[in-house]
């Protein structure tokens, strides 16, 4: 099992940054591809990131984020982070962390895949 905690939320304004933490513990963490999700008002939880647990760490990002989130990780602290930069307020949700051990190939965006989770973090863009 492991355990995941999301941290660095808060509000920010339009075009700004933030940048999230999801601390992992309890099994090893380098071995689970890991994934960012939100979930804003009204909406379904949706995928927005994801690296995998190989070597080269290969990252994976929802249209919407490209070019302006970073997923990136630290296995030495077992943490997950998102960079979150030139913020809009259609970002403003909770953000979750999981963790998938399953996927064998790429990474997956069905929260269904996904076997962990963190209690999220709320992220507010005001405009």
């Known amino acids: 099992q492991v355990q995941l905690v999301e941290s660095g939320g808060g509000l920010v304004q339009a075009g700004g940054s933030l940048r999230l933490s999801c601390e992992a513990s309890?099994?090893?963490?380098?071995?689970?591809?890991m994934g960012w999700f939100r979930q804003r008002p009204g909406k379904e939880r949706e995928f927005v990131a994801g690296i995998r647990w190989s070597t080269y760490h290969a990252t994976y990002y929802a249209d919407s984020v490209t070019g302006r989130f970073t997923i990136s990780k630290d296995n030495a602290k077992s943490t997950l982070y998102l960079q979150m930069n030139s913020l809009k307020p259609e970002d403003t949700a909770v953000y979750y962390c999981?963790?998938?051990?399953?996927?064998?190939?790429?990474?997956?965006?069905?929260?269904?895949?996904?076997?962990?989770w963190g209690q999220g973090t709320q992220v507010t863009v005001s405009s």
């Open positions: 999981a963790a998938d051990r399953t996927t064998t190939w790429g990474i997956s965006r069905a929260t269904n895949d996904y076997e962990y």
């Open positions: 309890g099994s090893t963490f380098n071995t689970y591809n």
